[in-house]
């Protein structure tokens, strides 16, 4: 009887849960109310007809998180019975806070609600950063993890893979090919601003300014370059492959060691 009840009012008020990664989740913390192990709820029905209607009015990270009372008002205004200690009874337990993945704030002397931002949400460049992030960081995850985090990401491969093969982010992939043997040594190169410089450039594909010095000669040499990708697996070091008449195929390159300077050029 109870599961019938909990599938028509799913049904009814196909809420929008926009932080939880799973139905799975819904279905544990549903049971955590409905059992009454740490919310002692007297009333599982409505209880959970509260948790649906909550799970759509709750404001998403880009928002202003709303009080107990501005959130009873809203669930009321739904046709769903409410008030500032039912709702404040339900939202304040930890549990259920972890599994809808909300987080509540402090404004003032009262407390506020909202979702937390999930780890791609918004973020224009998603699919690729999903796709980077399951073949590079899996290896470093255990396995509860791994699997809440690929669970997560799922959509974003989705997305990723019927991106067109002309698409910025797909290119990419050619233009700094990481794969598991130079992932080691590639994840410790530091960040510094002319590695930045090469990687913007090779990003949008603009001209890159670069002062270096050879092997042979030590005077620092300014040019100005077209990249076309890193090569990762030198052993000598990672190397920038250019060309310097904005051909698509490298045809000379440089260990990024020797670049002292870079700086993009935004020529039309």
């Known amino acids: 009887m109870i599961n019938i009840t909990i599938n028509h009012l799913i049904r009814r008020k196909k809420p929008t849960l926009h932080n939880v990664q799973s139905q799975s989740l819904f279905w544990e913390a549903i049971f955590e109310i409905e059992s009454g192990t740490s919310l002692a709820d007297k009333h599982p029905i409505k209880t959970m007809e509260l948790l649906l209607t909550l799970c759509d009015v709750i404001p998403k990270h880009t928002s202003q998180p709303l009080g107990y009372q501005a959130l009873a008002d809203t669930v009321i205004s739904r046709g769903t019975s409410a ?31 909202r979702y937390r931002a999930n780890y791609l949400e918004g973020f224009p460049h998603a699919a690729l950063v999903a796709y980077l992030s399951s073949n590079m960081l899996l290896h470093y995850l255990p396995d509860k993890v791994r699997s809440r985090f690929l669970e997560a990401i799922s959509p974003y491969l989705d997305q990723f893979e019927k991106l067109h093969d002309g ?83 490298a045809t000379t390159s440089i260990p990024l060691a020797l670049i002292s300077h870079a700086k993009r050029q935004y020529y039309s």
Do not use: F
């Not at 500032?84 to 404004?107: A, F, G």
């Not at 233009?175 to 990003?203: F, R």
């Not at 002062?211 to 052993?235: A, F, K």
């Open 83 to 113: 008030s500032y200690h039912s709702v404040r009874r339900i939202l304040k337990n930890r549990r259920l806070q972890e599994l809808l993945d909300i987080e509540v704030l402090t404004v003032g002397t009262s407390h506020a609600v």
């Open 167 to 249: 698409n910025r982010d797909k290119r990419w992939l050619n233009k700094l090919p990481v794969d598991k043997k130079s992932a080691h040594h590639w994840s410790k190169q530091a960040m510094t601003p002319e590695l930045d410089s090469i990687l913007g450039a090779l990003y949008t594909e603009q001209w890159l300014e670069i002062t270096y010095q050879t092997e042979t000669n030590s005077t620092p040499l300014t040019e100005v370059i077209w990249p076309i990708h890193l090569n990762l697996d030198e052993p000598e070091g990672v190397k920038l492959c250019y060309s310097r008449n904005q051909a698509q195929k």
